[in-house]
């Protein structure tokens, strides 16, 4: 089973400053790697997949990098919205498909 | 619009059984495959089963080999969760999601407490 390990668990933010968010994992997932937002109280959505693809109606602001066992979401301002848990998630080695264990995006 | 409602949450004490439902709408159901993921309490999300197009193929982790069972109608445009032997450990909200690879759309979720 892949382990992903995202990072930091918790992230201080100020409205309209850049976000990096981290995720690792234990094994090469090549570019097999999706990025989820949940808000409080709401599902998942899909915001990435293929390490850099963002889904229908992202924003231009969020961006994925990374390929191998390193990556990387980028929300390059970031907007009151944009507060809430993002997950990664491999699907290079399944089952089990595995995530993150989610890094919270908070108002500094 | 695609879009996956769930059903049949409900509080069941331990040792018991629960069906879950997803209704699906907004896509040609029976050409996808589509899957179950909890997520607890405060915690992050477990994929727990897989079910392709046909129903012939199902995955499940090891935390809930033997106790629950995915199956879906592809007549309806449903996918169901069949839990048994439930334990406190399965509290979750539990979604269902169109996939793989990477799993999208989801549900809104439907909440399983397993208590006494």
């Known amino acids: 089973e892949i382990v992903m390990t995202q990072s930091p668990a918790t992230l201080s933010v100020s409205p309209g400053e850049r976000a990096t968010l981290s995720c690792r994992a234990s094994q090469s997932v090549s570019s097999n790697l999706a990025w989820y937002q949940q808000k409080p109280g709401q599902a998942p959505r899909l915001l990435i997949h293929g390490a850099s693809t963002r889904a229908t109606d992202i924003p231009a602001r969020f961006s994925g990098s990374g390929s191998g066992t390193e990556f990387t979401l980028t929300i390059s301002s970031l907007q009151s919205e944009d507060f809430g848990v993002y997950y990664c998630?491999?699907?290079?080695?399944?089952?089990?498909?595995?995530f993150g264990q989610g890094t919270k995006v908070e108002i500094k | 619009e695609v879009q996956l409602v769930e059903s049949g949450g409900d509080l069941v004490q331990p040792g018991g059984s629960l069906r879950l439902s997803c209704a699906a709408s907004?896509?040609?159901?029976?050409?996808?495959?589509m899957n179950w993921v909890r997520q607890a309490p405060g915690k992050g999300l477990e994929w727990v089963s897989y079910i392709s197009t046909s129903g012939d193929t199902t995955y499940y982790p090891d935390s809930v080999t033997g106790r629950f069972t995915i199956s879906r109608d592809n007549a309806e445009n449903s996918l169901y969760l069949h839990m048994n032997s439930l334990r406190v450990e399965d509290t979750a909200v539990y979604y269902c999601?169109?996939?793989?690879?990477?799993?999208?759309?989801w549900g809104q979720g439907t909440l399983v407490t397993v208590s006494s």
């Open positions: 998630q491999q699907y290079s080695n399944w089952p089990p498909w595995t």
């Open positions: 999601a169109r996939g793989p690879p990477f799993f999208h759309p």
């Open positions: 907004g896509f040609t159901f029976s050409s996808y495959s």
